[in-house]
């Protein structure tokens, strides 16, 4: 069972950027799609952006095209989330996870089956 643990949260003024990684303890890496989530107080998860696992597709949400990018290092065992130009409403508890099923990373929480910890990112206005 892999273990994933997300690092590079905190507090950034908006317009400001921030890089999160999540290291997984398994290899070989290369056969999950992973996925970047995020979860408000009193709101359902919601998807980010994942990236498939062979051929590096992405699929993004609309709220943050253009302003995240997600990248892996199979070699690392590490996927990696930039965020540039943030937003206060890109406040929340930020969550990598790991598909092991599809290849291609859903844009669902169903779709995967494991998960980090979280790392908080608050973007002050």
């Known amino acids: 069972q892999v273990q994933l643990v997300e690092s590079g949260g905190g507090l950034v003024q908006a317009g400001g950027s921030l890089r999160l990684s999540c290291a997984a303890s398994?290899?070989?890496?290369?056969?999950?799609?992973m996925g970047w989530f995020r979860q408000v107080p009193g709101k359902e998860r919601e998807f980010v952006v994942a990236?498939?696992?062979?051929?590096?597709?992405?699929t993004y949400a609309d709220s943050v095209k253009g302003r995240f990018t997600i990248s892996r290092d199979d070699a690392k065992s590490t996927v990696y989330l930039q965020m540039n130009s943030l937003k206060p409403e890109d406040t929340a508890v930020y969550y990598c996870?790991?598909?092991?099923?599809?290849?291609?990373?859903?844009?669902?929480?169903?779709?995967?089956?494991?998960w980090g910890q979280g790392t908080q990112v608050t973007v002050s206005s």
């Open positions: 398994e290899r070989p890496f290369n056969k999950y799609a």
């Open positions: 990236i498939s696992r062979s051929s590096g597709s992405t």
């Open positions: 996870a790991a598909d092991s099923t599809t290849g291609w990373g859903v844009a669902k929480d169903f779709g995967y089956d494991y």
